[in-house]
């Protein structure tokens, strides 16, 4: 039973900081990649960054330059490190872990982000 545990989001105003934290548990056999997306109300979910174990990156372009995606391979953790925040970054973020075969989502975390 693969399970993530998000954590780290909250209300911030514009132009702050936040630090989402994913942590994968259960068993596998090899990790493909792990990444956030977000989902704001009304809207589709959409990639925000991805980071495979091979340690490369990509990002939306919405979020270059702010946001930056790292991983903790000896506790199962990613992270999006998240600065210079708008109010339209105002989403639930989600975590998914790509195994073979099938992928895993985590519970998803708000982050809103308003004066």
């Known amino acids: 039973q693969v399970q993530l545990v998000e954590s780290g989001g909250g209300l911030v105003q514009p132009g702050g900081s936040l630090r989402l934290s994913c942590a994968a548990s259960?068993?596998?056999?090899?990790?493909?990649?792990m990444g956030w997306y977000r989902q704001a109300p009304g809207k589709q979910r959409e990639l925000v960054a991805r980071?495979?174990?091979?340690?490369?990156?990509n990002y939306a372009n919405f979020v270059k330059g702010r946001f930056t995606i790292s991983r903790d391979n000896a506790k199962n953790t990613v992270y999006l490190q998240m600065n210079s925040l708008k109010p339209e970054d105002t989403a639930v973020y989600y975590c998914?872990?790509?195994?073979?075969?099938?992928?895993?989502w985590g519970q998803g975390t708000q982050v809103t982000v308003s004066s």
């Open positions: 998914k872990l790509e195994l073979t075969p099938r992928d895993y």
């Open positions: 259960g068993s596998w056999f090899g990790i493909y990649a």
């Open positions: 980071l495979t174990s091979g340690g490369r990156s």
